[in-house]
């Protein structure tokens, strides 16, 4: 059974900081491609971030130079380093587990970003 679970969310104020992490289990972890994506209410789903195999990474503009993502295969745990926050990334982040066309969510944490 593939599982996801995201962790880290939470609630900060403009400038800070977070760091989402997703541990998986039931995947050969190394082999999958991890994204994070986020939803903001009345949006829809987006694609902040993504890690191949290859450790190559790509972000959406709008995180550029302020989020990172990196893995630990040997923890099949995928990260997602968030700095300056601002008030438009307030949303729920998503961890996606992705291979051959076949897709794994997680259930979601919460990011708010608020003064």
């Known amino acids: 059974q593939v599982r996801l679970v995201e962790s880290g969310g939470g609630l900060v104020q403009p400038g800070e900081s977070l760091r989402l992490s997703c541990a998986a289990s039931?995947?050969?972890?190394?082999?999958?491609?991890m994204g994070w994506y986020r939803q903001a209410p009345g949006k829809q789903r987006e694609l902040v971030a993504r890690?191949?195999?290859?450790?190559?990474?790509n972000y959406a503009d709008s995180v550029k130079g302020r989020f990172t993502t990196t893995r630990d295969n040997a923890k099949n745990t995928v990260y997602l380093q968030m700095n300056s926050l601002k008030d438009e990334d307030t949303a729920v982040y998503y961890c996606?587990?992705?291979?051959?066309?076949?897709?794994?969510w997680g259930q979601g944490t919460q990011v708010t970003v608020s003064s």
């Open positions: 890690i191949p195999s290859s450790g190559y990474t």
């Open positions: 039931g995947i050969i972890f190394s082999i999958y491609t």
């Open positions: 996606d587990a992705g291979f051959v066309g076949t897709d794994h």
